[in-house]
């Protein structure tokens, strides 16, 4: 006993549960200003019609289409790459293989293809390739004229045409006839056509 021998201790010892409070509250505090700070940073940022990659949320398959474009509704196919990788590792078959072409608004054209191959069985999983690519027909071009003279106050520069494509590899294993895991790596690109700025022109491209 400390008192007996004319000690006298300064120390209390903390709860632990209170310790554990106080780590809550501040790192409440702390993940609070780093939403404030974000928002802040977002408000500031000015986007005026900037957008990008749109023709990836396009259906592709007219029959997912139809049911409200559920990947999980139809497996064994190759053009579950479009929707959920996963649901193609029952392929079943050695290989499956899809071609097809979407008509969208505006006489925009989305071309696709797909390919799953299951080797040895499906043992191993399987292998899927997939490519998308969309035409958007021809726009014409202008740009603004700073000559006071013309009325129309711009300049045609001509006929161009925006594309996009992807690649993609994927794959998917089933562990069960209940539980299988998928993905897919995909290489995307845009071409928006070119602007005039200053004298120069610029390529858009994603």
């Known amino acids: 006993n400390d008192s007996e021998n004319g000690y006298h201790s300064l120390?209390?010892?903390i709860p632990r549960h209170m310790d554990?409070?106080?780590v809550q509250v501040w790192c409440s505090v702390c993940l609070l200003l780093m939403v404030a700070v974000v928002?802040?940073?977002?408000?500031?940022?000015q986007k005026l019609a900037q957008t990008g990659m749109k023709f990836l949320s396009v259906s592709t398959d007219a029959r997912l289409s139809a049911l409200?474009?559920?990947?999980t509704a139809i497996e064994g196919r190759s053009m579950s790459l479009f929707y959920n990788p996963a649901s193609m590792a029952r392929l079943g078959v050695l290989a499956d293989a899809s071609v097809g072409q979407t008509n969208w608004i505006f006489d925009i054209n989305h071309t696709y293809a797909s390919l799953a191959v299951s080797p040895f069985s499906?043992?191993?999983g399987v292998v899927g390739f997939s490519i998308l690519r969309v035409n958007y027909g021809n726009?014409?071009?202008?740009?603004?004229d700073p000559n006071p003279a013309n009325s129309q106050g711009f300049i045609e520069t001509g006929i161009y045409q925006p594309t996009a494509f992807t690649l993609g590899f994927g794959y998917a294993y089933a562990f069960s006839d209940k539980f299988s895991v998928g993905g897919q790596a995909k290489?995307?690109?845009e071409s928006l056509g070119e602007s005039f700025l200053g004298g120069?022109?610029?390529k858009f491209s994603r």
Do not use: H, M, P, W
Not at 68 to 71: K, L, N, R, T, V
Not at 139 to 144: C, E, L, Q, S, V
């Open 139 to 144: 726009f014409y071009g202008t740009r603004i």
């Open 200 to 202: 120069f022109f610029n």
């Open 68 to 71: 409200g474009e559920g990947g």
């Open 187 to 189: 290489f995307a690109s």
């Open 122 to 124: 499906g043992d191993y």
């Open 11 to 13: 120390t209390k010892r």
């Open 39 to 45: 928002a802040r940073v977002e408000a500031q940022r």
């Open 20 to 22: 554990l409070k106080r």
